[in-house]
């Protein structure tokens, strides 16, 4: 369904009933959110959604559509001059952006607790989101892995290291609040985002064999288009596990 496209009113009436179907079904999940609290939260008439969507499902995947779409705007590698980099300055480039769909606000973005709902509880719509939500994020992650294994590695090799990788930011997803209580000074550091992401990509490519960690850059994920001394760092070619 493509009915939130639509121009003038119908259209701004669609986007605000997708905006507050993003948070609710977040918050809920698909079987139990309401789509009376959805139309209250869009100050939007309950016939809107089978005018727009034709139901709660189609409701449901359109938001997944709407969320894929922002999320692909949002993931590193749009901008101009992103295969200049670096394979490494690449995944600090990806991996800060995963964290701050988890980490940068209050709570993880509705896109990012869509996704783990669809994984432990899955809908009709789970090969959708698949799809079109998670398939690009982990294709721009495995072409980085497979960079920095070279060509030498395996598909088994290459499997079994970016799976290793997005695992280090995964739990933040669950496991948050267990950061807040265990490791309270951590939690709340201000460059936390960074902080994680710089470790993150450290140890992955210590465990990949790369003999340098380049440097990272610290701001918005843009800019580590322009982190000159990151784009100049060498390319490694080792196999995960060779020394």
Aim: aromatic share 6%; net charge positive; glycine share 8%.
């Amino acid at each position: 369904m493509r009915h939130f496209a639509k121009a003038g009113q119908d259209g701004h009436t669609a986007r605000r009933l997708l905006d507050a179907a993003a948070h609710e079904f977040a918050r809920h999940g698909y079987a139990i959110a309401r789509i009376r609290d959805i139309v209250d939260a869009a100050g939007v008439n309950l016939a809107a959604v089978n005018y727009h969507f034709g139901g709660k499902e189609g409701l449901y995947r359109a938001t997944l559509a709407m969320l894929a779409q922002r999320s692909q705007e949002d993931l590193p590698g749009a901008s101009t001059g992103w295969g200049d980099l670096a394979p490494e300055a690449q995944l600090h480039a990806f991996v800060r952006a995963m964290l701050v769909r988890l980490l940068g606000a209050a709570q993880a973005s509705p896109a990012a607790r869509l996704e783990a709902r669809e994984l432990l509880d899955p809908t009709p719509a789970f090969g959708t989101m698949l799809e079109e939500l998670s398939g690009p994020p982990w294709t721009r992650l495995t072409e980085i892995v497979a960079a920095l294994l070279g060509p030498q590695a395996s598909r088994e090799e290459l499997a079994l290291a970016t799976f290793s990788i997005a695992g280090q930011w995964s739990p933040f997803l669950f496991g948050r609040r267990v950061l807040e209580d265990r490791f309270p000074d951590l939690a709340r550091c201000p460059d936390l985002v960074d902080r994680l992401a710089r470790h993150i990509v450290a140890f992955s490519l210590a465990a990949l064999g790369s003999p340098k960690v380049p440097p990272m850059a610290t701001g918005n994920v843009t800019s580590v288009t322009g982190h000159e001394s990151a784009a100049r760092a060498p390319r490694m070619r080792r196999s995960v596990g060779r020394p």
